[in-house]
Every structure is written in structure tokens, then in C-alpha cells.
């Protein structure tokens, strides 16, 4: 208990002296995430537009789809904002900048994943909170299940950046394949889970675990359904032991880059 | 060496370049392959959940073309706004100014010829998922003359957009964000996801008419559908298009050039 506690605070020192240095670029920050905040309103508006012409597409309807995409940036943004570094970890292994975080006597990975913030990820978090409470109108039990889920969602998403990134252990330089690979993510988690059939299914529950965003957490959301979130929440433990467990093999095989760098 | 040829060879300069580079402009296929997949699904279930053969004046096979093209030329966008911005910061767009060539002109030429290759690679691996998803659709040797007339005026008016944004940074801490927000207007208003005719009645028009739309939607439909008649149109809207954004682009350098202080170096 008292190791979490401590980690906790560690947390929010992090988040503190992240949001403190985005914020001496105030101009570029804000202008960061206002720019998000409009891409993520972009993709909801083709939605909108789409359904307004077809308004159902396999029982799926627009409201379905607005909570697949607040759950979505929501969730990216509260991983994100809080443990930049997930989606880093390959190009910190091919740059040789895991050797600062290893002489730190705390455990390595939960650090290093807190030594970034995004800027547009807390665009994706405004977004995510504005566009369900605006567009679905939830009472409270509804917006209390979202907001579990987005802590889910953000697991998962952070898990899978570890994972991801964490082939870079194996590969050497795998920047641009772990970027790939995140991005199948997060662009299969924000379409209706319903389009997906046969053994692309099996692909969205395992090597692109998207249907814990655009599934589970719907059919929760639909029916207040606790054994739909129980399995979102499920998957994305299951991803984040994935990740971390891939994380701490890999590192067996990591081999210092000697470099003399200032950490950034 | 005259003036057209000096800009000429800067664009064979990038074309040669990127070509250089076929595995990083590669890595982009990826992302044109999840995302036709994804898009086949979807448009696969919306035909026949309407049970509509034609939808928005295109067959199924006509959409998933319609959307090779579009992402061919939205995936084949060079980082230009970008690069602009940062000659601003590191202050070397003072050594381009001293070249005797124009510094919007040079950007103009080696985007184009940036463009012209990614936006090849795109289309062939595009057509080629097309061709395994729903088959060949019927296109004709003037169809393709047709397509390929709307084509580069489109990828002059994307510049001149990207060249405006770019050179705000001369008052801007970072464009990054407006370079997002005009990609996205692009996306929404310019018919890159869903072809205008699938639009509300009443803002058609409207859209068809901005310039957004003459970037991805006018050369995709030209080459699903062409049309002579319409290529006039498309034409004529391009040159506005390209008139007003240069227009503004212009002003914005005209300020900017004012704002350089170069100190030796």
C-alpha cells in the first residue's frame, strides 16, 4: 500500500512538471489542442454525415459510433497525457535512451513511462468528455460506466504501446513498424466493431486487441451491462501483462548505447 | 539556365530524391491498406444493408476506386507547411532568399515533384488492393487523359494552402495545428470519405464550389466518372481556388519578408 501511494505521488509529480513544461510554449500547446480537439470533431462530423444518410448499419446507429469515438480519444488521451512514453519505447530502445531509466532505483518501466505528456493527447481527453456528454446525454450511471471505461481503455492503450514498442528489444530499430502498429490500433478501434467478421475478428482480439475499445465497451454502455465492461476490462489487463511482460524479456537483451545525452 | 528550367530541375531534383527513398515512402502503404480494408467493410455493409445498387451515382466497385483515389492524393500530401516552418525558426529561409531562384517557387517545384511520386506509389498500390477487393472498373484511355488533366492543378492548390500555413510561423509559436485543422477541413468539406452526392441536398452546392473540394473530389470522380464538360468546371474552379489561396499566400510572404533581420552568418 504504501509503495502504491508512493508511486502515486511520483505520478502526479510527473504530470505537474510535464503539464508546467508544455505549458512555457503556451501558444503552441494551446494551439496543439484546439487542433486535436477539431481532428477528432472531424472524423464524428463524417459520421454524423454518414448516418444521416444511412441511419442504421447493423443495428449500430450514430450514437453508437460517438461513444466508440469518446471512449476512444478519451482513453488515448488519459494514457497519453499521463505515460507518453508508451508510444515511444521503440524509438528510446533504437536511440539507446533506456539506459537513463535503468539508474534510476525505481522500477524501470512504470518510470519511464511517465518522462513524457502529449500535448494533443489532452486535446483527445477534452474531446472524448465534451462529445458523449453533449451528443449521448448520459444520466449518471452511464457517465460513471464511460468514465471506468476510459481508465480501461487508457490500460489498454498504454499496454499495447509497451508491447508494440517493446519488439525494438528483438529488432533493433522497429520505430516505424511499432508506429504501424499502433496505428492499425487506434484506426480499427474507432470503427463499428459490427463491419469485422471471420478470422479478422480473431486478428481485433489479439494482435489488434481493437474490439476492448469498440465492442465491449459499447455493449456496456448500451444495456448498463457490468459483465461487458468486467470483459473490457479484462482484455485490457490482459494486453497491459502482455506488454509488460514482453517489456522485461526484451530489456534482458538490451544493451547500453553509451550514449553522453542530455535527457531531453 | 532559364527561369521555367531551373524550377523543372528542382522538381526532377525531389522526384529522384523520393525514389531514393521508396522504403520510407513505402511504410506509408500501410496505412492506405488498413484503411481501404476498413472501408470496403463498411461499404460493403451499408450496399447491402440499403440493398441499392448505386449509391450516390456509384456502384460499390465505383466507391472503393473513388476511395483509392482520394487517399492516394490525401496519403500523398508532403510535409511542406512543416518544412516552411521550420526555415522560419532556424532561419534558413535567409540562405534561400539569397538564391537566385523564388523561395515559394523552389517549394512549389520540389513539392510537386515529391507529390508526383508518392502519389504514383499510392495509386499502384491502391489499385492493386481495388483489383483484389472488387475487381477492375471500366475506365477508357480519354478517361484517364481526363483524370489526369485535374490532377496537377489540385496538387498546386494544396500547396498554396500548405505555403500560407507554413509561413505563418513567422507569427506563430508552432503551425502543426493549423496544418491539422486544414487537413481535416480538407477531409470533411473537400468529400475525401464520402462522395458530395452522399451529402445533405441542401449544402452540395456549396461544397462542390469551395476549394476544398477541388483538391480530392473533383480528380476522384473524374476518374470513376468522367466527364469533358465537367473537367471545364473542374478546371475553372481549381484556377479561382489557386488564385485566391496564392493571393493570400502571397500577402503573408509580402509581410513576412518585412519581419527577416539577418545579421551575417
Redesign the interface.
Known sequence: MTRLLDYLRLVWSYVRLNFAAQLEYRGAFVSQVVAMFINDLAWVAFWVLFFTRFPVLRDWNVSDVITIWAIATAGFGVAHAIYGNAGMIASLIAQGQIDVWMLYPRAVLPHLLLGRMSATALGDVLFGFAVYIVAVQPDLAHFALFTALVGSTAVLFVGFGVMAGSIGFYLGNATTLAQQWQFAMVTFSTYPATLFQGAVKVVLFTAVPALFINHYPVEALRSLSLSDAALAFLGSLGVLAAGVAVFHHGLRRYESGNLLVMRE | MNALAKYVYVGRTAVRSNMAYLGEVA?RV??LT??LY?FL??WL??YA??GADRLGGLTLAQMLWYLVITEAITLSAPAVALEIDSDVRTGAIAVQLVRPLSYPLYRLWATLGERAVRFILNALVGSALALLMVGPIALSPQGLGLFLLALPLAFVLDFMAYLAIGLCAFW???T???V??YS??T??FGGV??PIE???DSVQWLLVNLPFASIAYAPARMFVDPNAFELVKVLARQGVGIAIFAAIAAAIYAAALRRIHAHGG
Open positions: 511504410a500501410f496505412f488498413v484503411i476498413i467493410q463498411l455493409v451499408t444493408e440499403t506563430l509559436e508552432n502543426s495545428g493549423l491539422l485543422i481535416r477541413m477531409m470533411i470519405l464520402l452522399l451529402y445533405p
